[in-house]
């Protein structure tokens, strides 16, 4: 199993960036990666996923052409650039190992998330 820390959130301007990252211990390689969120009274949802060598990746249709998912192995950790922020975005980031539905987590445990505000 993957053990994965979230960092980088914090609270921004409509418009603005941030660049979350989630570092992985364990058997991270061996697993393509997704980025998750949870806005307050809401279901945790998809945001981005990066297959395993990093050639691939998956977007939610709301973060589509804003947010940029990336990977380096050597450094087991796993990037989410977004840009072009909204309010809607509003929410704590998860990272986590995903597979064949890389829409949906592998493993039921997570990690503690790191919050994302954006102000209008």
């Known amino acids: 199993q993957v053990q994965l820390v979230e960092s980088g959130g914090g609270m921004v301007q409509t418009g603005g960036s941030l660049r979350l990252s989630c570092a992985a211990s364990?058997?991270?390689?061996?697993?393509?990666m997704g980025w998750f969120r949870q806005a307050p009274g809401k279901e945790r949802e998809f945001v981005a996923a990066?297959?395993?060598?990093?050639?691939?990746?998956y977007y939610a249709d709301s973060v589509k052409g804003r947010f940029t998912i990336s990977r380096d192995n050597a450094k087991n950790t796993v990037y989410l650039q977004m840009n072009s922020l909204k309010p809607d975005d509003t929410a704590v980031y998860y990272c986590?190992?995903?597979?064949?539905?890389?829409?949906?987590?592998?493993?039921?445990?997570w990690g503690q998330g790191t919050q994302v505000t954006v102000s209008s």
């Open positions: 986590a190992a995903v597979g064949a539905d890389y829409a949906k987590p592998l493993f039921s445990s």
């Open positions: 364990g058997y991270y390689n061996d697993y393509a």
């Open positions: 990066i297959s395993r060598s990093g050639d691939l990746t």
